[in-house]
């Protein structure tokens, strides 16, 4: 009995070091046979999580043990309140794959996490984990200025759909002098694709007394939710001061993909004086594909050779790279 142990424990050892191989079958195989020999896989995958979470192994090492279920859930919510924040992430990620709604409390406390990464990871359990109890702490941290933590956050709602909705509107309300929060979640009712929001997004748009980091997201959500009735508050932001909220109507415009967006389009393109909005312009013209815009386009190409950011001349020759053929 002591050589078969013996035996299965090198056998595990030596299917662990192959998540670390190069070759994606057989580190695929890897973890599938990790995953029939069960249970007996938990501590020894838990172990080398602990020595290299960091490389292409610990990710193996993640869905080898999400893979391996509920009997993994204790174990992995013990790694919670580790010192090391790669663990910490690790663990959070593997059970939100695993899917247990015993992890859902001590992952919304993971949102409090030092460590950017780990709210980051912990927003994306909670959005695969799905349990509504995770909403509203979701969107008290949609201010979160870590790194790319906001949008991660901001996609953790979109997979809540419905039940979302009147929380961030709530939230909309209840947080005035939040910009940072309150531009997060009228972005996120945009992704939402919930057509009944489309007044709210529109009204935040053309209200000058908003501040330009919510009008800014408001036109993105107007692009995102494809709603043809934002094509006009949309053009009209074209001449809004702030040029973050120009450059996102234009995004937003080229997202929508409609026609009648060339002539104003070229008109903007015309009169802007912000290099990087002419930039954004030149490119969603390509992106629309209307020879309308060719002309404009040529003109302002040999223009941009004087221009101190390259960008726009860039910009302006993929898109007439993208022109239909006459």
């Known amino acids: 009995m002591k050589e078969e142990s013996l035996l299965s424990e090198q056998s595990i050892g030596l299917l ?11 580190r695929l195989t890897a973890i599938e046979t990790l995953s029939k ?15 290299e979470s960091r490389d292409r192994r610990g990710q193996g090492i993640i869905y080898a043990l999400s893979k391996l ?7 992995l919510m013990a790694l919670l309140e580790d010192e090391d924040e790669y663990v910490r992430g690790s663990a959070v990620t593997a059970l939100g794959y695993i899917g247990d709604s015993r992890a859902v409390e001590p992952i919304i406390e993971l949102l409090q996490d030092k460590a950017d990464g780990v709210r980051l990871w912990s ?21 979160d200025k870590g790194n790319y933590v906001s949008i991660h956050v901001v996609e953790a709602l979109v997979k809540f759909g419905e ?11 209840n947080r005035a002098n939040d910009e940072s929060l309150r531009g997060a979640a009228i972005y996120a009712l945009g992704k939402l694709g919930e057509r009944r929001v489309f007044e709210l997004l529109v009204n935040t748009l053309v209200n000058l007394n908003e501040s330009s980091e919510v009008r800014h997201s408001a036109a993105l959500a107007l692009g995102k939710l494809g709603d043809p009735r934002g094509f006009g508050p ?25 026609k009648r967006a060339t002539e104003p389009l070229i008109k903007a393109l015309n009169e802007e004086e912000n290099p990087w909005v002419r930039a954004w312009i030149a490119a969603t013209l390509g992106v629309l594909g209307t020879t309308k815009a060719l002309p404009s386009l040529l003109q302002r190409e040999h223009f941009f050779e004087d221009e101190a950011n390259n960008a726009i ?3 302006a020759s993929s898109a007439i790279k993208q022109r239909p053929a006459c």
């Open 16 to 26: 662990i070091d192959a998540l670390n191989d190069w070759d994606y079958e057989v």
């Open 123 to 143: 927003a994306d359990a909670l959005g695969r984990l799905g349990d509504e109890w995770a909403i509203l702490p979701l969107i008290n941290i949609l201010n």
């Open 234 to 258: 949309l053009v009209e932001a074209l001449h809004a001061e702030n040029s973050e909220v120009r450059i996102s109507a234009v995004v937003a415009i080229g997202w929508l993909g409609d």
């Open 69 to 75: 279920g509920k009997p993994a859930v204790l174990p």
């Open 313 to 315: 001349k860039i910009s």
């Open 37 to 51: 020999i069960g249970e007996p896989t938990i501590l020894p995958l838990i172990a080398a999580l602990k020595e």
């Open 163 to 173: 039940n979302a909705l009147l929380p961030l509107v709530n939230a909309l309300e």
